[in-house]
Nanobody, 126 residues
Framework: QVPLVESGGGSVQSGGSLRLSCLGSGRISDYECMGWFRQVPGREREGVASIATSGTTTYGKSLRGRFTISQDNAKNTLYLQMNNLQPEDSGTYYC????????????????????WGQGTQVTVST
């Protein structure tokens, strides 16, 4: 397993931006894709975005256009640029890795991913 560490969360007002980072101890290019998920207590973990080694990206419902996922293989780091944040975007954001052959990146299925980070909190106020 490859430890993942998220950072970059914080508190912002509606319309603000944050850039989350996820540093991996191993090679993120060894996985089918990397993904970002978020969770609010009492709700299911929601897929935010994924990016495959090919560069193909997938975004969750209503997130395309506001959020951008990217990766830097040389730095072994995954990023999530979040713009025009809204209160409903609040939650704990996690990065995770999807092993090759374990699932489809575009499904954004949390159950298929492993090597979860500890999460970083994002709070958006009105």
């Amino acid at each position: 397993q490859v430890p993942l560490v998220e950072s970059g969360g914080g508190s912002v007002q509606s319309g603000g931006s944050l850039r989350l980072s996820c540093l991996g101890s191993g090679r993120i290019s060894d996985y089918e894709c990397m993904g970002w998920f978020r969770q609010v207590p009492g709700r299911e973990r929601e897929g935010v975005a994924s990016i495959a080694t090919s560069g193909t990206t997938t975004y969750g419902k209503s997130l395309r256009g506001r959020f951008t996922i990217s990766q830097d293989n040389a730095k072994n780091t995954l990023y999530l640029q979040m713009n025009n944040l809204q209160p409903e975007d609040s939650g704990t954001y996690y990065c995770a890795a999807l092993p090759r052959g374990r699932g489809w990146c575009q499904h954004l299925s949390a159950r298929a991913y492993h090597d979860w980070g500890q999460g970083t909190q994002v709070t958006v106020s009105t």
